[in-house]
C-alpha cells in the first residue's frame, strides 16, 4: 500500500477562488479578440477552476506588434543598468508573494506543495541571477593585429523571444526563459501551456506591478495548435524557446524554419540510473526515488531506467520497493505529500496505458493502492516495473509519470550499452565509490548532463540540455547569451593600410 496519512492541519492555507484569466498585451490585460476562452480544470478534483481567455493568431500579432514597438523604443534604447534595475524588481516582487504563488501552483497542477515552494523561490534568483550575471560575463572580445587593427565583439539582444513553456513546473521555468532574455534586452511573447495558466497570469501581474514599458513583455494563454502555432510561424519573432515533447519540438522547428528563426529546445527524457556493486546503496536510493516521484514523475530529467548490478540487484530492489510502499500520496495542498495528482486526464490514461502496456511485455508490476477519497483526481500510484528490457517500449518511450522500469548488468561494458540504447540523451545518473570509473562512465554517457553520486542538483552557472532527440541548444549561465544575443564583430583600422585600388587610373 502506499502510505497517504495526512492531518487537517497540515492543510496549507488557500483561497480556491479564483478569477477568470486574461491576455497581457502591450501592458494591460485584455480579452481574446474572439472573445473564447477555455475552462482550467483542478487535477484533484477534475472540476473547473476558472475560465482563460483563448488566444489565437490575430492576439499574437497584437503581442508581438507590441513587442516589436518596445524593442524599437523606450526598451531598446534603454541603458543597461536602467534595464537591469527592473530585472531585480522583478524577483523582489516574486519574494514578497511566495507563499501565495506556491500554493496557487499546486493547485493548478497537482504538484505538492513542499516541491512547488522550493521551485517559486528559485524563480526569484533566475532573476536576480541573470541581472549579475548580464553584468559580469555579457562581454566581448578583443583581436589585436599588431599596430594595424583593433577587432573586438560586442553582443546585442536579437529582438523578439517568443517563449512557449511546459506545465510541469510553470513558474519556475517561465521565468528561466524570461529572466535571460530580458536581462539581455530582448522583448518577450510568452505562450504558456494550457494546462497550467494560473502562475502565469500571476506572474504577468507581478511584472506589470514592476512597471516595465508597455510591450516589453506580453502572454498569450491559448492552445499550442492555435496560439502557439501562430507565434511560431510570425515572421518578426527572431527566437523561440520551446521546453515540451520531443515530437513538438520537431515540429515547432519545421514550421518556423521558413523565416530562418533561431531555435532552443529542451526535449524529451529517458535518463538512466546506474548503481554499481560498491555504490553507497542508501543514498542511492534516496537519489533513486526522489528523482523519478518527485514532481509526481512529471520531470524530463526523471532517473525512469535503473540498471543494477546483478550482485546488489535483489537487495536493492526489495528496498526500493519498501521505500515505494512508503511514499505518501495525498492532497497536494498538504505539507507532507510526496506524489499528487496527474495534470490532466489525458496524460493519466496515457500513464496508465504504459503501465497495462508493461504487463503486455512481460514486466511485473509493484504499485501501491490509491485511497478512495482522491478517486476523483488524475492519481497514479508509484509504481516499479521488474524484468524489463532494453527493447521494450516501457524502456524506450518517455512516460512522464511515477514510473520507474528497473534492470540488471554485468559489467561497465554492457551498461554503458544499454544506457545509451534509447533516442534520448538529456540526463544520467552514475553511483560508485570508484571515481575513475565514475567519470569513465560520465563521458560514455550520451547525454547533456551527467551526475556521479548524486541526485538532480542544480547550479544556475551551468548548461542545460540534452544531446540527441532531448534537445538543441543549452540553457543556464553565460551560454544562454548564445541564444538571447547577436555577436558582432568590429574592425577598427588603427593606422593607414594599403587596400587594392580597383578601377583607378
Known sequence: MVGNQVT????????????????????AFVDAESKETFDNISPFTNEKINAVASGDETDIEKAVKAARKAYKGEWGNMKMKDRLTYIYKIADLIDEHIDE????????????????????????????????????????????????????????????????????????LETWKIAPALATGNTVVLKPAELSPLTANRLAEIIDKAELPDGVFNVVHGYGETAGASLVANPDVELISFTGETTTGSEIMKNGADSLKRFSMELGGKSPIIVFEDADVDRALDACTWGIFSFNGERCTANSRLYLHESIAESFIENLKDRVANIRVGDPMRADTQVGPLIHTDHYNNVKSYIELAKDEG??????NIPGELNRGNYVAPTILLNAKNNMRIVQEEIFGPVIAVMTFKDEAEVIELANDVRY???GYVWTKDMQRGHRVAHAIDSGMLWVNSQNVRDLRTPFGGSKHSGIGREGGHYAFDFYTETKIIHVAMKDHHIPQFGKK
Do not use: H
Open 8 to 27: 487537517a492541519k497540515q492543510q496549507v492555507p488557500f483561497d480556491k477562488k479564483v478569477e477568470d484569466i486574461k491576455l497581457y498585451i502591450d501592458g
Open 101 to 172: 504563488i506556491a500554493p496557487l501552483e499546486s493547485y493548478d497542477t497537482g504538484l505538492p506543495i513542499s516541491q512547488t515552494k522550493k521551485m517559486v523561490a528559485r524563480a526569484a534568483n533566475n532573476f536576480r541571477f541573470y541581472a549579475e550575471m548580464v553584468s559580469a560575463r555579457l562581454v566581448g572580445e578583443v583581436y589585436q593585429v599588431d599596430d594595424e587593427f583593433l577587432n573586438y565583439t560586442v553582443q546585442k539582444p536579437v529582438g523578439i523571444a517568443g517563449l512557449i513553456t511546459p506545465w510541469n513546473a510553470p513558474f519556475m
Open 425 to 427: 540523451g538529456l540526463a
Open 363 to 368: 514486466c511485473e508490476v509493484i504499485s501501491g
